[in-house]
């Protein structure tokens, strides 16, 4: 993940690393480690989860394979920047879901001297960038995109197909309302429910 040697070690700094992908790709199982890790090289480390993310548990931070780690729930990033006060690593999961200001919060503690973890959806359902993850991603040094498995052909995923009958951007879910696509796989799932709903509009 680090390329490049730091080579003035006189320089106070931080930096921010992105990890990005579809859904069931492995993103909190990722940010997990890298946490741990630093946990265990005694570092202070403050983990933090967007409030309505409440799938597994209300505090904890639990990837789809049970690994977990302790966190604090925000319901705005404005609570981050309060939060965080000396801390040598700052994690941020399902990042995605925080409003824009997300993006000055993680700089700023970069910029601090931080080193900034986060992880999240880079596209939504309907395949478009999702949320402050574009701006995250462009300011980032490091970004790790990770992939799933397509359900229907094998090959890698990064799209998460909304299998739910919703229209809402956010829709917390897990395999009864998503599965992982390929771009040939999701491409042939939109265009198959588009026919389907100009044949309902039409009352075929």
């Given at each position: 993940?680090?390329?490049e040697n730091t080579v003035n070690h006189n320089e106070q700094f931080g930096w921010i690393e992105v990890i990005c992908g579809s859904m069931f790709s ?179």
């Open positions: 993940m680090f390329l492995g993103k909190t199982e990722e940010l997990i480690r890298r946490l741990k890790r630093a946990q265990f090289a005694k570092q202070k480390v403050e983990i933090f989860k967007p409030a309505i993310d409440t799938r597994y548990d209300i505090e904890k931070v639990i990837s789809h394979d049970a690994n977990e780690i302790r966190s604090t729930p925000v319901p705005s990033s404005a609570n981050i920047r309060l939060l965080a006060s000396d801390c040598d690593v700052v994690g941020i999961d399902e990042v995605q879901f925080f409003d824009d200001e997300i993006v000055a919060v993680c700089n700023d503690l970069a910029n601090r001297g931080v080193r900034v973890i986060v992880a999240g959806l880079d596209m939504d359902f309907k395949g478009n960038p999702f949320g402050p993850m574009p701006a995250l991603m462009a300011t980032a040094e490091y970004v790790t995109k990770v992939h799933a498995v397509c359900t229907r052909t094998g090959n890698l995923a990064h799209y998460s197909h909304r299998t739910a009958a919703s229209e809402e951007i956010v829709l917390l879910g897990e395999t009864q309302e998503y599965e992982p696509l390929s771009r040939s796989a999701y491409f042939k799932a939109m265009a198959t429910e588009k026919l389907k709903k100009a044949k309902e509009k039409n009352g075929k």
